[in-house]
Nanobody, 115 residues
Framework: QVQLVESGGGLVQAGGSLRLSCAAS????????GYWYRQDPGKERELVAT???????TYADSVQGRFFISRDNAKNTVSLQMNNLKPEDTGVYYC?????????WGQGTQVTVSS
């Protein structure tokens, strides 16, 4: 059974940093594309960052230069380093993975940025 478990969310002041981590079990992140999404209540889920199985990373324009996605194959995790956080970064952050025609999702972790 494949599971993705996020950790690292919390409350931070604007300008601060947080690091989210997503641990996978039952499958290796090294062969998957990894994603971080976020969602505010009443809004659509937004793709924030992608790391492809080959290591190429892409970011939403709103987080470019502030957020950094990475993968640790030894720990089987994908992380999102979030710097210079803004109140508009507030939301539930979801880890996702895709490979071999299957999608996997974590349960989400809340990030709240106060002004």
């Amino acid at each position: 059974q494949v599971q993705l478990v996020e950790s690292g969310g919390g409350l931070v002041q604007a300008g601060g940093s947080l690091r989210l981590s997503c641990a996978a079990s039952g499958i290796s992140f090294s062969i998957l594309h990894g994603y971080w999404y976020r969602q505010d209540p009443g809004k659509e889920r937004e793709l924030v960052a992608t790391i492809r199985s080959g290591g190429i990373t892409t970011y939403a324009d709103s987080v470019q230069g502030r957020f950094f996605i990475s993968r640790d194959n030894a720990k089987n995790t994908v992380s999102l380093q979030m710097n210079n956080l803004k109140p508009e970064d507030t939301g539930v952050y979801y880890c996702a993975a895709q490979g071999f025609g299957r999608d996997y999702w974590g349960q989400g972790t809340q990030v709240t940025v106060s002004s």
